[in-house]
């Protein structure tokens, strides 16, 4: 055989060596386990993230000019307010509690003439404040706030005078905010905050003012449709390893557990409460304010769980547990419609609010609603009057056992309710709410009682 046969029979040997081996790796199956789709952890979003500043506003803006006071509650106002502020730039940041130890003194500050007031619903740390804004000082104080007052304001110089004050622990820092867009701030919601709503002011107890509209609140009912998140959603975002957890059915609802965590399914109030009963031994030693905050937003951020327009509603020191409350054209909703006790997040949250309880670093319990209210009907709105504001006062002091110095705030919202007509439709029904004895009611007006209430969450 010749040096040119032997060469063509080894690159034919080669050919075939190539072809069986093209082929093996074709026709080769791995003997590995079939996996299912059920068992795939697909992390979906649920709606939107969203930043502090989105969440942290006031409930009610109010403007004092001597005898007379204005006030809004309209997201108008109170969404400008907060864009104005992120713009500011806040020096010399001082606690100056110290001169204003007397109640007069405190009112004078909070409500004196030319006083713009910003109020709160629940407790601002200055660390959350400072995600927002901006602090020029060395150290933002280690304090918390729910009222802002701005006053002394120079439109040549471009600053004003701000007081931060904490009305719970007395506490009142001061300090200059810079403003670049200063007279447009003065224009809009200085000068023209007397053509706001017109504010009665009413002495309650010892020490306490309350600023309530003086005209009968016209506002409209809606009705909504509401879109339902889909549980397993839910089940993949709140759960490490979804392919763990089982699925168990109950009445009026289901339950998934995954043998260390569970969260419970109401099909009656479409709301979950997800609960982690290892973290219920360090529910009673938070840590700061700003913390909770901080951690609360992130962990709604993680799975884009911010449904409708949420607000920061309940929050202050020394608690494990911050609320974020459904609003209405800038008015709280609330609802009495409960989920079963049995061990859950029940007693914590209703149909309006999301809620969080924390132990040190991970969420004890977490419920809320699993709808939306995007599918609004508008041919069922009605216009509903209510009582004034001074009825309403007069109504409240007939209760049982009433104690001025409980009596916390009132407030105009609306009440989150099952339309008697359909079940599958949620009503938004305009009322007079109080908070009372660190609680929420609705008051309602009788002829037989002369007033009767029942708790809000």
């Given at each position: 055989?010749n040096y040119?046969?032997?060469k063509?029979?080894?690159?034919a040997?080669l050919v075939a060596?190539?072809i069986?081996?093209?082929?093996?790796?074709?026709?080769?199956?791995?003997n590995?386990?079939?996996i299912?789709?059920?068992?795939?952890?697909?992390v979906?979003?649920?709606?939107?993230t969203?930043?502090?500043?989105h969440l942290?506003?006031?409930?009610?803006?109010?403007?004092?000019?001597?005898?007379?006071n204005?006030g809004?509650t309209?997201?108008?106002?109170?969404?400008?307010?907060m864009?104005e502020?992120?713009t500011?730039?806040?020096?010399?940041t001082?606690?100056v509690?110290t001169?204003?130890?007397?109640?007069?003194g405190l009112?004078?500050?909070?409500?004196?003439?030319n006083?713009l007031?910003?109020v709160?619903?629940?407790?601002?740390?200055?660390?959350?404040?400072?995600?927002?804004?901006?602090f020029?000082?060395?150290s933002v104080?280690?304090?918390?706030?729910?009222?802002?007052?701005?006053?002394?304001?120079?439109?040549?110089?471009?600053?004003?005078?701000?007081y931060?004050v904490s009305?719970?622990?007395?506490?009142?820092?001061k300090?200059v905010a810079v403003?670049?867009n200063?007279?447009s701030?003065?224009k809009q919601f200085?000068?023209?905050a007397?053509?706001?709503e017109?504010y009665?002011l009413?002495s309650?107890?010892?020490?306490k003012k309350?600023?309530?509209p003086?005209?009968?609140?016209?506002?409209?009912?809606y009705?909504?449709?509401p879109?339902?998140?889909?549980i397993?959603d839910?089940?993949?975002?709140?759960f490490s390893?979804?392919?763990?957890v089982?699925k168990g059915?109950k009445t009026?609802?289901?339950e998934?557990t995954?043998?260390s965590?569970?969260?419970?399914?109401d099909?009656?109030?479409?709301?979950?409460s997800?609960v982690?009963p290892a973290?219920?031994?360090?529910?009673?030693?938070p840590?700061?304010?700003h913390?909770l905050?901080?951690?609360s937003?992130?962990?709604?951020?993680?799975?884009?769980?911010?449904?409708?327009q949420y607000?920061l509603f309940?929050?202050s020191?020394?608690s494990?547990?911050?609320s974020y409350?459904?609003?209405?054209?800038?008015?709280?909703?609330f609802?009495d419609?409960?989920?079963p006790?049995?061990?859950?997040?029940?007693?914590?949250s209703s149909?309006?609010e999301i809620?969080?309880?924390?132990?040190?670093?991970k969420?004890?319990?977490?419920?809320?609603p699993?709808?939306t209210?995007d599918?609004?009907?508008p041919?069922e709105?009605?216009e509903?009057?209510?009582p004034d504001?001074?009825?309403?006062?007069k109504?409240v002091?007939k209760?049982?056992?009433?104690d001025?110095e409980?009596l916390?705030d009132?407030?105009v919202g609306?009440?989150?309710?099952?339309?008697?007509?359909?079940?599958?439709?949620?009503v938004?029904e305009?009322?007079?709410?109080y908070?009372?004895?660190?609680s929420?009611?609705?008051?309602?007006?009788t002829?037989k009682?002369?007033?009767?209430?029942?708790?809000?969450e």
């Amino acid at each position: 055989m010749n040096y040119e046969k032997m060469k063509s029979v080894g690159l034919a040997v080669l050919v075939a060596i190539s072809i069986i081996l093209t082929l093996s790796i074709w026709n080769y199956q791995p003997n590995y386990e079939a996996i299912k789709k059920d068992n795939i952890h697909e992390v979906s979003s649920i709606s939107e993230t969203k930043e502090a500043s989105h969440l942290v506003k006031p409930s009610k803006v109010l403007f004092h000019k001597e005898n007379e006071n204005y006030g809004s509650t309209r997201d108008l106002e109170t969404d400008e307010i907060m864009k104005e502020i992120q713009t500011w730039t806040f020096t010399n940041t001082v606690n100056v509690s110290t001169r204003f130890t007397t109640a007069k003194g405190l009112d004078e500050l909070l409500h004196g003439h030319n006083r713009l007031e910003l109020v709160f619903p629940a407790f601002v740390p200055f660390y959350t404040m400072n995600t927002i804004t901006t602090f020029e000082d060395d150290s933002v104080p280690n304090a918390v706030f729910d009222r802002m007052v701005i006053t002394d304001v120079d439109t040549k110089e471009k600053r004003m005078t701000v007081y931060f004050v904490s009305t719970k622990e007395r506490l009142v820092f001061k300090s200059v905010a810079v403003s670049p867009n200063l007279s447009s701030f003065k224009k809009q919601f200085i000068k023209e905050a007397e053509k706001w709503e017109p504010y009665a002011l009413y002495s309650i107890g010892r020490n306490k003012k309350l600023f309530l509209p003086e005209k009968q609140p016209v506002l409209s009912s809606y009705k909504y449709l509401p879109d339902e998140i889909d549980i397993k959603d839910f089940r993949d975002l709140l759960f490490s390893d979804p392919s763990l957890v089982k699925k168990g059915l109950k009445t009026n609802g289901e339950e998934y557990t995954d043998g260390s965590t569970l969260m419970k399914v109401d099909y009656k109030t479409r709301m979950i409460s997800y609960v982690n009963p290892a973290k219920e031994s360090e529910i009673d030693n938070p840590g700061s304010l700003h913390d909770l905050l901080d951690k609360s937003i992130k962990f709604i951020n993680e799975h884009s769980g911010w449904t409708d327009q949420y607000r920061l509603f309940e929050a202050s020191p020394g608690s494990s547990k911050v609320s974020y409350r459904l609003f209405k054209n800038g008015l709280p909703v609330f609802n009495d419609q409960r989920t079963p006790e049995d061990h859950s997040t029940a007693s914590d949250s209703s149909m309006a609010e999301i809620v969080q309880i924390w132990g040190q670093d991970k969420v004890y319990k977490y419920s809320r609603p699993y709808f939306t209210l995007d599918i609004s009907l508008p041919s069922e709105e009605e216009e509903v009057t209510l009582p004034d504001s001074a009825s309403v006062l007069k109504q409240v002091k007939k209760l049982d056992n009433f104690d001025p110095e409980q009596l916390e705030d009132i407030v105009v919202g609306y009440e989150l309710l099952p339309d008697p007509q359909s079940s599958k439709v949620l009503v938004l029904e305009p009322a007079w709410f109080y908070k009372y004895g660190g609680s929420w009611q609705h008051l309602s007006f009788t002829e037989k009682t002369g007033g009767s209430v029942h708790g809000l969450e």
